[in-house]
């Protein structure tokens, strides 16, 4: 996958910067990064609890700086999180702030799948990747995990204006390719998963937090600004 690892070396000049970039593009919404981060495990963690998943082992596909390795833990009782991505510096400072017995993190080059992960996880990742590449994407991510496990898919929702607002107002952004919904559901489905859910949140932002007790009965609606395709591989795949 090395042109992909071109397109995404730009990400080593921003390692740095990241969370300051992202975070002033996410002024509007009266929330950091971190609110959205930590959102995104709890929902999925709650969608996980109900299917009755055990998640001991995590892939944080893409995983930038490493800032979700720690809600690995805390949201689903993760024993062990492996972060890979095609950023040498964003891979160094994650190694520096999370590296531990749990978490480990390694370039995407050096990352061999072998089947032995409960859960995949890539947050706004897939529209760094050329259409072309996705499904090879896919196909690592499959051979990643154990018969029975779980992969979460989280984009950004390009019929959500708030969304399609931060993504131009992010300089690493500029050439990314948004995915809509159902070419991402299409995507597993195509890749051999079993799509079990598609959900839709973010709709509220901080200054209208008082209605965000009615996202979790809006999740069907292609409202909110990012959405998770939540994929099963099969019981029978190896």
Known sequence: MEPMTERFSQFDAHADTYDDVVNQALRLSGENRHYFARRRVQWLAGRLHVA????????DFGCGTGAAAPL???????????????????????QHRYGAQQASFCRHKEYEPNGDFDL????????????????????????????????????????????????????FDADAIPLRPSEARQLLLAGGFEVRHLDFLF??????????FLEPRLTRW???????????????TQ
């Open 72 to 94: 690995f833990v805390e949201y689903l009782s993760a024993q062990r999180t492996v972060g890979i991505d095609v950023s040498s510096a964003s891979i160094e400072i994650a």
């Open 203 to 212: 709709l509220f932002p901080r200054i209208f937090r008082f209605l965000r």
């Open 52 to 59: 009755g998943a055990k998640v001991d082992s995590v892939l």
């Open 120 to 171: 995949v996880y890539a947050s706004c990742v897939f529209h760094h990747i050329a259409p072309a590449e996705r499904s090879g994407a896919i196909d690592s991510i499959l051979r990643s995990l154990r018969p029975g496990g779980w992969f979460a898919l989280w984009e950004h929702n390009p019929f959500n204006l708030g969304a399609r607002y931060v993504m131009r107002r992010v300089e």
């Open 222 to 236: 292609p409202l909110g600004a990012q959405y998770v395709v939540l994929g099963q591989k099969s019981e029978r």
